[in-house]
Nanobody
Framework: QVQLVESGGGLVQAGGSLRLSCAAS????????MTWFRQAPAKERVFLAISWSETNAYIADSVKGRFTISRDNAKNTVYLQMNELKPEDTAIYYCAAASRTAGTRADDYNYWGQGTQVTVSS
């Protein structure tokens, strides 16, 4: 079992930045695919960024240039750095983990955090 705990959400003005963290339990974090999704009210969960290793990651085109994903295997933590935030970035942000190579679909993931709220005011 893997437990994921997100932190770092909050209220920020448009143009501001936040860094989300997702701490994972377990001793096999290194081999996990770690991914960030978000879900706005009445909308589907949307893929944002994926990390397969400390040097292999991919960012969705919709947030590329503003968001970056990184991970620290020694700390069992994955991060989402969000810059130039916009009101449309307001959502609950979820961290997800898969114990194998996974892709960008939410169905690929069997472990989820509780989510952290990000609110961007105009």
């Amino acid at each position: 079992q893997v437990q994921l705990v997100e932190s770092g959400g909050g209220l920020v003005q448009a143009g501001g930045s936040l860094r989300l963290s997702c701490a994972a339990s377990g001793r096999t974090f290194r081999g996990y695919t770690m991914t960030w999704f978000r879900q706005a009210p009445a909308k589907e969960r949307v893929f944002l960024a994926i990390s397969w290793s400390e040097t292999n990651a991919y960012i969705a085109d919709s947030v590329k240039g503003r968001f970056t994903i990184s991970r620290d295997n020694a700390k069992n933590t994955v991060y989402l750095q969000m810059n130039e935030l916009k009101p449309e970035d307001t959502a609950i942000y979820y961290c997800a983990a898969a114990s194998r190579t996974a892709g960008t679909r939410a169905d690929d993931y069997n472990y989820w955090g509780q989510g952290t709220q990000v609110t961007v005011s105009s």
